[in-house]
């Protein structure tokens, strides 16, 4: 098993940044990618990004979040961080913190991962 805390949310204006959290903990060793999903009141669970956990791999993320969010690991902390910029009401959601240590799937897919988080509030006001 492997257990993840978020940390880091909270309220925010329009354009300004935050930085999430989610510290891993178990049997990290078995996991291969590590992503941040968000939902929004009434809406699916969609991706946000995503980092494989090996050293030398790069990131991914959904297109509305280019520019803007940077995910990042420190493998020996077994962490991962999202950084928020230039933040916009639309982002307003729970922000979970997912791992999946399958091979097969996919992994824009929330059903495709295999342990998550509790979720942090991110509000973002106009």
């Known amino acids: 098993q492997v257990q993840l805390v978020e940390s880091g949310g909270g309220l925010m204006q329009t354009g300004g940044s935050l930085r999430l959290s989610c510290a891993a903990s178990g049997r990290t060793f078995t996991v291969y990618v590590m992503a941040w999903f968000r939902q929004a009141p009434g809406q699916k669970r969609e991706f946000v990004a995503g980092?494989?956990?090996?050293?030398?791999?790069?990131?991914y993320y959904t297109d509305s979040v280019k520019g803007r969010f940077t995910i990042s690991r420190d493998n020996a902390k077994n962490t991962v961080f999202l950084q928020m910029n230039s933040l916009k009401p639309e982002d307003t959601a729970v922000y979970y913190c997912?791992?999946?240590?399958?091979?097969?799937?996919?992994?824009?897919?929330?059903?495709?991962?295999?342990?998550w988080g509790q979720g942090t509030q991110v509000t973002v006001s106009s």
């Open positions: 980092i494989p956990w090996s050293a030398g791999s790069s990131p």
């Open positions: 997912a791992a999946r240590s399958r091979t097969y799937g996919s992994v824009w897919s929330a059903n495709d991962y295999d342990y």
